[in-house]
């Protein structure tokens, strides 16, 4: 891997060589807007797992009822999906949304320079989740770090915004539970592979996002 290609993407604010980054982190972490931010300056392709399979689903009714019934597909099915999409990357990817356990990782087989951790205390996510408000028609979420403009209204069609049901903390609580027992064995993965950058997700998205890129900075040429 060239190193000195790698490092000007900073500098010119676009890759050479193509960087291929998972990012991680649990829901309210602000892990999609990351992602996109990312995509965006380094001019790589957001991949999101959870779109992917709903396109899919749209093809494939079993697969269907298996997402509206809250199941997580088996790694046979969203694996193959994952790869194909990356493999067409050709400037690089940020991939989120998989691989949910170590069973995926491994099975992912694709090369990786960095996998960015989220990091967030749960007390955090549940005040930001429970704060949360969403699009009833677009489906885009606000909250206290990014509110919307005018009050109750959206700013992208400018629908109602409500609270979700399942925003409530009792389910965040389960939601954050089940989330750590798979992740911890995913990152303990990643960290043995010296691949691992934990980054504070708490703040404004843009101080998240400057984080964020000065963990993956390659190291100053001596
Ligand atoms: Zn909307």
Same mark, same amino acid.
């Given at each position: 891997?060239?190193?000195?290609?790698?490092?000007?993407?900073?500098?010119?604010?676009?890759?050479?060589?193509?960087?291929?980054?998972?990012?991680?982190?649990?829901?309210?972490?602000?892990?999609?807007?990351?992602?996109?931010?990312?995509?965006?300056?380094?001019?790589?392709?957001?991949?999101?797992?959870?779109?992917?399979?709903?396109?899919?689903?749209?093809?494939?009714?079993?697969?269907?009822?298996?997402?509206?019934?809250?199941?997580?597909?088996?790694?046979? @099915?969203?694996?193959?999906?994952? $790869?194909?999409?990356? =493999? /067409? !990357? &050709?400037?690089?990817?940020?991939? %989120?949304?998989? *691989?949910?356990?170590?069973?995926?990782?491994?099975?992912?087989?694709?090369?990786?320079?960095?996998?960015?951790?989220?990091?967030?205390?749960?007390?955090?996510? @549940?005040?930001?989740?429970?704060? $949360?408000?969403?699009? =009833? /028609? !677009? &489906?885009?979420?606000?909250?206290? %770090?990014?509110? *919307?403009?005018?009050?109750?209204?959206?700013?992208?069609?400018?629908?109602?915004?409500?609270?979700?049901?399942?925003?409530?903390?009792?389910?965040?609580?389960?939601?954050?539970?089940?989330?750590?027992?798979?992740?911890?064995?995913?990152?303990?993965?990643?960290?043995?592979?010296?691949?691992?950058?934990?980054?504070?997700?708490?703040?404004?998205?843009?101080?998240?996002?400057?984080?964020?890129?000065?963990?993956?900075?390659?190291?100053?040429?001596?």
């Amino acid at each position: 891997m060239n190193i000195l290609k790698k490092q000007s993407f900073l500098g010119s604010q676009r890759s050479e060589t193509p960087l291929q980054i998972i990012i991680m982190g649990p829901q309210g972490s602000g892990k999609g807007t990351q992602a996109e931010m990312l995509a965006r300056e380094l001019g790589i392709r957001h991949v999101c797992t959870g779109d992917l399979l709903r396109e899919m689903a749209q093809k494939d009714a079993k697969i269907k009822e298996a997402i509206d019934r809250g199941e997580l597909l088996p790694p046979e @099915i969203v694996i193959p999906l994952v $790869r194909k999409n990356l =493999m /067409e !990357c &050709r400037k690089g990817f940020v991939l %989120d949304g998989a *691989p949910r356990n170590t069973e995926q990782a491994q099975m992912l087989g694709i090369h990786i320079d960095h996998v960015i951790y989220l990091d967030i205390p749960d007390k955090k996510v @549940i005040e930001r989740l429970s704060s $949360r408000l969403q699009c =009833m /028609e !677009c &489906r885009a979420i606000y909250g206290k %770090d990014m509110p *919307p403009k005018v009050q109750g209204k959206c700013d992208k069609c400018g629908s109602e915004l409500r609270h979700r049901d399942d925003d409530n903390p009792e389910t965040i609580r389960k939601r954050l539970k089940v989330f750590h027992e798979e992740t911890e064995k995913v990152m303990k993965y990643y960290e043995r592979k010296r691949l691992l950058r934990k980054v504070d997700a708490s703040g404004k998205p843009e101080e998240v996002f400057e984080r964020i890129l000065k963990a993956i900075k390659p190291p100053a040429r001596l």
